[in-house]
Every structure is written in C-alpha cells, then in structure tokens.
Antibody
C-alpha cells in the first residue's frame, strides 16, 4: 500500500518562503513521477507542479512558475516543494500525489499553508 | 489550456437511487479522463481512469463513460458513503493538468 505523508505547512507572511516535504512509503518511489496539487479553502483542486521519476524534468502551473520549485530525493523517498515569494492566494492545502502511467493514483492527506500578515 | 466543466454544481439524490454526473472538456481529451471522490476533510481518491476503468477496490456501482469532450460518472444504488464531492481531471494535454470545479453530491 502506498502512503504519502506531507509536512512543512504553517502560517507564513506574504513574501516569505516555505518548504514542503512529502515522505513516501515503499520501494517504488523512484519509479514514478510526482505531483503537487493544491486546494484553497472551500475551493476545487488546482494542479501545481510535476516532476519526472528521476527528477530530470519539472513542469509548473503559470500561477507558481518562477516562485515554486519541485524537487525530489529518491534515496530518501521524499518529494519537496520550495515555495518563495508567497502570496495570499497561495493559501491552500497542498497535496502530493503519485503519477501512475499518466494519471494520479494516490494522494497524501495534505498540509495546510496559510499566507497571512 | 483545456477547461473542464462539470455539471451540475450540486446534485441532490436519495439513497438507493442513481446519480449521473457530467464533465465536459473544452477540446478533445480522448479517453484521458479521471474521476476522483473527495469527502469532507479528506484527500481525493481515484475512482475511474481512462474514462471508464474502475480503480482498484472501487465498487461496481461506480461507472464511467464517454470520450472526446463528453464524460459521465454514474453511481447506481447510492450508499450513504457516496455523498461527497466529485472531480473530473484531464491528463491528455498538459501542462497544465486541469480539473473540473467539482460536483457536490448531497442527500435528498
């Protein structure tokens, strides 16, 4: 059974930075691409970023391009999201999710990021 | 960017009845369409991928259909645990991956 556990969320002031982590169970972490998807309070799902299984390629939503960086450490079974220049509109629950083939099959439980003065 | 539009926004159905949820893509996504269920306070759960293939462990009362731009999620014999928010997502043309805005399925 795949388990994804996010951490690193919290309250941060606008303009500041935060790094999220996602710890994955199992030995197949390095075989799968990984996403970050977020959900603002009371809103729908918004895709944020994708990283290839080996970390060789990254893709971003326009809303975070240039501010967020997705990365991974396959030796530690961990996915990261470095978030810089945070804005109020980045307030959301951030989920990591596994890419299986070309769709998402597993999601973590999420970590809440609140950007507020 | 492909825009995904779900209808209705809210659907009220009685337990034991059938629910039919719709998802439309602004351009063809072939069969690269997934459905997710999200209960309050929980992460989304994969129900359907490839427009019509149930994910592991998903009951047979859930079925998906459609291709191109029009898709349907049907839930037969609604159980109490099925009342939730449902999202469709295309993975044909990315980035970005795009989700519908969700359909809230509520008890009538």
């Amino acid at each position: 059974q795949v388990q994804l556990v996010e951490s690193g969320g919290g309250v941060v002031q606008p303009g500041n930075s935060l790094r999220l982590s996602c710890a994955a169970s199992g030995s197949s972490f390095g075989m799968h691409g990984m996403h970050w998807v977020r959900q603002a309070p009371g809103k729908g799902l918004e895709w944020v970023a994708l990283i290839w299984f080996d970390g060789s390629k990254q893709y971003y939503a326009d809303s975070v391009q240039g501010r967020f960086t997705i990365s991974r450490d396959n030796s530690q079974n961990t996915l990261y999201l470095q978030m810089n220049s945070l804005r109020a509109e980045d307030t959301a629950v951030y989920y990591c999710a596994r890419l299986f083939g070309d769709y998402i099959d597993y999601w973590g439980q999420g970590t809440l990021v609140t950007v507020s003065p | 960017e492909i825009v995904m539009t779900q209808s209705p926004a809210t659907l009220s159905v009685s337990p034991g009845e059938r629910a039919t949820l719709s998802c439309r893509a602004s351009q063809s996504v072939s069969s690269k369409l997934a459905w997710y269920q999200q209960k309050r306070g929980q992460a989304p759960r994969l129900l359907i991928y490839g427009a019509s293939t149930r994910a592991t462990g998903i009951p047979a009362r859930f079925s998906g259909s459609g291709s191109g731009t029009e898709f349907t999620l049907t839930i037969n014999s609604l159980q109490s645990e099925d009342f939730a928010v449902y999202y469709c997502q295309q993975y044909s043309n990315w980035p970005p991956y795009t989700f519908g805005q969700g359909t809230k399925l509520e008890i009538k």
